[in-house]
């Protein structure tokens, strides 16, 4: 099982690696910029040099003009807000969502860690599973993946704003927070209104295609992970079906409506696809935000 545990953690090191590498190159450093701007040094005036950034105390004393210089204050912390409740042991498309989470977080860790960025990571389910403390380093980054796809919950269910409240007392300082859940989860309106005023709040949203649609085949028993409730649904019933799609659809509206309230742009994955292209999409889009 160790050898096991170690070949997975290992094919996952190696393929978020290239991921960040090969295609997010310069993006996460671009979309998330450093807490602020902070004094270097002035120096003489050269030609093409912004006059806004002429220090007039000091050309005023030296007669002739200098300029102020700033660099960025670029360390971050990411913290990864991890969901392990039972609904993550779903997958349809030959991918579980605790497995797409995982993959997922290595790649943001990785991401992270490249730009010298610390990162940590709070596993929940309706309480705290699990707490990596915030570090640096690529063997750091290990032990995150480690704990994405082995730590074994205590929990079923989904408390997202019990999670937060631990977010929220465990980080005095602001963050970047990627929050990775299927938000099967209701009543947590105040604890993300609070966590976007402390942090850069970022929800990624998990699903599986069987929670959003039923296949054809007949009487099918349906149970729900968290609560282990059972139901017989025939789904050969064309109403039924339209009926769960419709629920599904209604959910992820209300969900959606929530982050537009809330002035908070989440990320859509679903198991079996690839999460690349929507990661990307949103490093660029956020980049553009902040250069207007």
């Not at 701007?37 to 005023?60: C, H, K, L, M, S």
Request: positive net charge.
């Amino acid at each position: 099982m160790h050898k096991e545990l170690l070949k997975k953690v290992r094919r996952i090191e190696i393929r978020t690696s290239h991921i960040v590498d090969e295609m997010f190159s310069g993006q996460y450093h671009s979309a998330f910029k450093g807490r602020g701007i902070e004094f270097e040094e002035v120096r003489p005036y050269q030609v093409g040099d912004d006059v806004r950034a002429i220090d007039w105390n000091v050309t005023a004393r030296f007669n002739e003009p200098f300029v102020k210089l700033f660099r960025e204050e670029r360390e971050l912390t990411v913290m990864l807000l991890a969901d392990f409740s039972a609904s993550q042991s779903i997958g349809t498309a030959g991918q579980l969502k605790r497995e797409l989470i995982a993959e997922l977080g290595a790649t943001l860790a990785f991401s992270a860690i490249r730009n010298n960025d610390k990162v940590g990571m709070i596993g929940f389910t309706d309480d705290i599973e699990k707490v990596v403390p915030v570090r640096k380093g690529p063997r750091h980054v290990l032990r995150v993946i480690r704990e994405l796809l082995y730590c074994r919950p205590i929990g079923a269910g989904t408390n997202i704003t019990r999670a937060l409240e631990h977010l929220n007392k465990a980080l005095k300082r602001r963050a970047v927070v990627f929050l990775i859940s299927d938000f099967q989860d209701a009543g947590y309106e105040k604890a993300l209104r609070v966590a976007k005023r402390g942090h850069d709040l970022i929800p990624i949203v998990i699903s599986d295609r069987r929670e959003l649609e039923l296949p054809d085949v007949g009487l099918l028993e349906l149970m729900d992970a968290e609560t282990n409730r059972r139901v017989l649904v025939d789904t050969f019933d064309k109403a039924n079906r339209r009926y769960y799609a419709r629920r599904a659809k209604q959910e992820a509206e209300e969900r959606k409506h929530l982050f537009r309230k809330l002035d908070i742009e989440s990320i859509e994955l679903q198991t079996g696809e690839d999460f690349v292209e929507p990661l990307r999409k949103y490093f660029y889009l956020r980049e553009r935000r902040q250069c207007r």
